[in-house]
């Protein structure tokens, strides 16, 4: 480990306590010049970084001046050395999850996330282990589980949080009864304090730093270890040599006693402030656990040491129905004492905002009520749990009650409580919901009482809110709808945080259960604590960071709760633009807020059903995140990159890597759009000028294939001249794509060309009824046959139309060709998409008027009509035909008495569902078509790659390869015998380019199985 001089906190440091550290200091080039002679290699303080890191998942906006991602203690040292020369503040940060504005500062982030992500060492035996701050909860639980233990605290964002981030905020999680809190589950911490003090306190001086589960990636063992564990870091042990600080903290405490006995540790979720507690003679002075929750403004975390716990072998999931949630809360404390490991409380209204975000499907038969109990029981014992479930049942006073035993249907029960706490960032007539008083807790046996009250302040104050939350600690979460749009809507924010915090207050409450106090809550500390206590919390401050260097303005000495809000400063934007918005109030700035920052688009990676995001699994660079772009967005539109607005160059980096893939727009609890809003910053960045030759010569596509398909033999000659390799280089730059790439060979004779004539050119009429056993008994459908089905992969339209006639549907087309405009969108080019666009839904109308649906054969041209089109044209025709489109898959499904053909015999599928079927029209229906037909799936998540015109963009194909990689080729090389399953054009041209396999159309899968059984299994 490399040695790093420290100043000494008494003497050298500068002059008096910098209380407003950071708003005096070093300049970006001085600061950055300085971190580089000391060693520190992977620093940022672009415009586009700064701007991505301004915010984590809170209301607030502060911008930093650089941000550093240590690679080791060594260089977190260093930086803690220049900053306390150049007085320059420093923030700790894990993943930016923060709902308090934890994890945002004017100075020095320090982002752990990137590299300081191991996990040092695990004894199996004790079940601890050892990790750097910036591991991934559950990467942590990956590692361990398979030696049998887990470590205990859950918080919903487990999939991307890390460690640090949890112990500075004391983290919980839905299962905190069972396992409890993070500072139940550490046992020492390697600590550097902001005077330059490095030691460690609790456990870590354990032994054995070796890496006995074999972890990937985890260190070997240091040598030379000291009494501490790790090399040249003294002990806090309490022996000869104890840190000044710890020293010092002794005396204080001592002198504390009454205060620290009677203000602090009151209930469990007690988390505002500094958990002084642990300090008490009667605790054994247990520093490790009292740092916990001080939200990096002591020290800077280096490593931890954990407590691991086993995970019980069975679970059971009581749920317990009431006429409403206080009623619900009212029952808490006669569950408790059946040693639930959870307790989470519903309302109606969460479930209902489920139901309207995810579909009714989403929400499985809950007992009777308005109101809900979710009580986890656990244990070896399933005989056991069984009878303590049905006690616990008994004595809950409940309207009604179901016991489940089923991991499946227990699981759609919690995904409830996930999904609807991303939901509720949106109130039913889409106003956004918000963070800042989302985590209140007072003992259980208040809580009914306090929700009836905090009900009616809400009411008083004009606000809605959707509560739920971990009821068995009394903890409840809610996002508020205030009124930040409006001129009073800072006054009526901080004038309403203080009623509920002396609410909370009066019911014994904390101002924090689990996220820490912030930027949102510190200021309301002194309604809950005495004078005392918060004199004695600065003076804490004082011994550990006396230059206030560490995380200013969080805890002790609060920026106001209403200063640096993000969406408050945000300003309306609504003139000039191409999209309608219509969900956000025809506001661009209000849709890029939809971002609220959780980070669900940083998790990974993505499993089957997940999109969210292709090119950061890729890059694992911020900004190359679904909330990293929208971060800078949000400051485009709000005037913080300069005039340029959307056409400045940080929009432009950000934004350079996203394929469009709409991913977000499902996977985003919050319904964060960023391919429209892509659409709309090119949109606006090239109006009126120049652009790429790629936007002419991809976003202008259907109409050069048009010109082709018009002179005979242009597509042979096309496809000779494509094939000479002399040629490609030339061609290449000519159309602004990759060289690398090879382009997809033109059909010889187009889809229309091809078809029968008794599928072509259908007036728009009623239509006509046959004979049951003729094809058409089960009705008419339209046809859309978009461009790249027409020119290149036209067997794939011919087997829908075979499929469709099969089951019973008279298929007929449009008179003319038509286009969805998907290639002008997805290159900016909207009012050329509009034009496109208009003239579909002219053609396509009175076929939907006449009663016929549409279908679609490539899913996404089939994605825009239902979704792009309404928000480029805003009208009601393209309401009506988006509302009749359909893919193969949902027709079939809802015809009646509909039986697809045995898959069975047809071998192993890889199924590579199109990034805009999943997010916009939904692969449920085709993932039940292939059960229906007993077909053997693997569903693929993520993205293939090419994604339209991405991969073939030059400057993309080394990222679509990397995104490939992630899931669909591992894929295809591990099965070479699976037949590949992909409805989207471009799936199937880059699985053909990157491998030489041949993807197929649902439609030919169908029609190979039912000309296989010789027609057996038609409809």
């Not at 280096?302 to 009431?322: F, K, M, S």
């Not at 007992?367 to 303590?388: H, I, K, N, S, Y």
Request: proline share 7%.
């Amino acid at each position: 480990m490399r040695t790093v001089t420290v100043e000494a906190a008494t003497g050298g440091r500068p002059d008096g306590p910098n209380r407003l550290a950071g708003t005096t200091g070093a300049g970006g080039p001085e600061l950055r010049a300085a971190l580089r002679r000391a060693g520190v290699s992977d620093l940022d303080d672009s415009s586009l970084t700064r701007s991505l890191y301004s915010s984590d998942a809170s209301l607030y906006r502060v911008e930093p001046r650089v941000v550093v991602h240590p690679r080791d203690a060594g260089e977190v040292l260093a930086v803690l050395d220049v900053a306390r020369r150049l007085s320059i503040p420093v923030t700790s940060r894990g993943a930016g999850t923060s709902l308090a504005g934890n994890a945002v500062g004017s100075g020095i982030i320090l982002d752990f996330y990137r590299h300081m992500n191991r996990l040092l060492d695990v004894d199996p035996e004790a079940g601890i282990a050892t990790v750097e701050p910036g591991i991934v909860q559950a990467a942590l639980q990956r590692a361990v589980i398979p030696a049998g233990w887990r470590f205990g605290p859950d918080p919903s964002t487990h999939n991307r949080c890390t460690i640090g981030g949890m112990i500075g905020n004391n983290a919980c999680g839905s299962r905190a009864l069972g396992y409890g809190r993070t500072a139940d589950n550490v046992l020492g911490l390697d600590l550097l304090t902001g005077a330059g003090e490095r030691f460690t306190c609790g456990g870590l001086a354990s032994p054995g730093m070796t890496a006995t589960l074999g972890v990937p990636g985890a260190s070997g063992a240091p040598s030379a270890p000291s009494a501490s564990g790790l090399p040249g870091v003294p002990s806090s042990s309490g022996v000869s040599g104890e840190p000044r600080v710890v020293g010092e903290l002794r005396e204080l405490i001592g002198e504390s006693l009454a205060v620290v006995r009677t203000e602090l540790g009151r209930f469990g979720r007690q988390v505002s402030g500094y958990s002084l507690e642990h300090l008490l003679p009667e605790r054994h002075f247990d520093l490790a656990r009292a740092l916990v929750g001080s939200e990096g403004t002591l020290g800077i975390v280096l490593a931890a040491q954990l407590r691991l716990v086993r995970d019980p072998a069975h679970r059971i999931l009581v749920a317990l129905g009431y006429p409403d949630m206080p009623t619900a809360a009212d029952a808490v404390p006669a569950i408790l004492p059946f040693g639930p490991v959870a307790c989470e409380g519903l309302d109606v209204s969460i479930v209902d905002v489920v139901r309207r975000g995810r579909g009714a499907s989403s929400v499985p038969p809950l007992p009777r009520g308005d109101g809900w109990l979710f009580v986890e029981l656990a244990g070896d014992d399933p005989g056991a749990l069984g009878e303590t479930a049905r006690a616990l049942a008994a004595e809950a006073g409940a309207l009604e009650h179901r016991v489940i035993t089923d991991a499946a249907q227990m699981a759609r029960l919690w995904r409830i409580r996930e999904d609807g706490a991303g939901l509720v960032a949106r109130t039913a007539d889409g106003t956004p919901a918000h963070a800042g008083w989302e985590d209140a807790a007072v003992p259980p046996e208040r809580l009914g009482g306090y929700l009836r009250e905090f009900r009616a302040l809400l009411t008083d104050h004009g606000l809605t809110g959707v509560p739920y939350g971990h009821f068995g600690d009394g903890c409840v979460h809610i996002r508020i709808d205030f009124p930040f749009d409006r001129s009073d809507g800072r006054a009526r924010f901080r004038e309403f945080l203080f009623d509920a915090a002396r609410l909370a207050a009066a019911h014994g409450g904390s101002m924090s259960g689990e996220h820490g106090d912030g930027r949102a809550r510190g200021e309301l500390l002194p309604l809950m604590y005495s004078p005392a206590a918060i004199e004695l919390f600065g003076r804490v401050k004082a011994l550990f960071d006396p230059d206030n260097l560490l995380n200013p303005g969080v805890i002790v000495d609060p920026a106001p709760v209403d200063a640096d809000i993000r969406v408050a400063a945000a300003r309306p934007r609504r003139d000039g633009l191409a999209l309608a918005y219509h969900d956000d109030r025809g506001d661009l700035s209000m849709a890029v807020h939809r971002c609220t920052g959780v980070g669900r688009c940083i998790a990974g990676p993505a499993g089957a059903g997940n999109v969210m995001c292709p090119s950061y699994l890729a890059t694992r660079e911020e900004k190359d995140s679904t909330r990293g772009r929208a971060r800078v967005l949000q400051d485009a539109v709000a005037g913080n990159l300069g005039p340029a607005g959307l056409a400045a160059p940080e929009v432009h980096e950000a934004l350079d890597l996203c394929l469009s893939c709409k991913g977000c727009a499902s996977d985003c609890p919050t319904g964060v759009d960023m391919a429209s809003y892509k659409a709309e910053a090119l949109y606006q960045k090239y109006r009126h000028r120049l652009r790429p030759r790629a936007h002419y010569l991809l976003g202008w596509l259907p109409r050069w294939l048009r010109l082709a398909a018009a002179v005979p033999g242009t597509a042979g000659v096309l496809n000779t001249v494509a094939g000479w390799g002399w040629a490609r280089p030339l061609v290449a730059w000519l159309a602004g794509v990759d060289r690398r790439r090879e382009l997809p060979r033109l059909a010889t004779r187009t889809f229309r060309s091809s078809v029968r004539s008794s599928v072509r050119r259908t007036p728009p009429t009623p239509p006509a009824r046959t004979d049951a056993g003729e094809a058409g008994r089960r009705g008419e459908v339209v046809l859309f046959v978009d461009t790249f089905s027409n020119h290149f992969s036209p067997p794939a339209a011919h087997a829908v139309v075979e499929v469709l006639e099969r089951a019973g549907w008279a298929v007929r087309l449009p008179e003319r060709q038509v286009c969805c405009g998907l290639t002008w969108f997805s290159t900016g080019q909207l009012s050329g998409a509009r034009r496109q666009m208009a003239r579909t839904v002219a053609e396509l109308l009175p076929h939907v008027r006449a009663g016929r649906l549409v279908v679609g054969v490539e899913p996404s041209c089939t994605a825009a009509l239902r979704t792009d089109a309404v928000e480029l044209l805003a009208t009601p025709e393209a309401r009506e035909v988006a509302d009749a489109v359909r893919t193969l898959a949902e027709l079939l499904e809802s015809t009646p008495d509909y039986r697809p053909p045995s898959l069975a015999s047809m071998g192993p599928l890889i199924a590579q569902p199109h990034c805009h079927h999943h997010a916009v029209l939904g692969w449920s229906p085709d993932a039940q078509l292939l059960a229906d037909a007993g077909a053997d799936v693997q569903q693929l998540g993520g993205c293939c790659g090419l994604a339209g015109n991405f991969g073939v963009e030059r400057g993309h194909h080394d990222i679509s390869v990397k995104v490939a990689e992630q899931q669909l080729l591992p894929a295809v090389r591990a099965k070479p015998e699976a037949t590949v399953l992909a409805d989207g054009f471009s799936c199937r041209t880059q699985l053909d380019s990157l491998t030489g396999r041949h993807g197929v159309h649902l439609a030919e899968l169908l029609v190979a199985a039912l000309r296989a059984d010789n027609g057996t299994g038609r409809a």
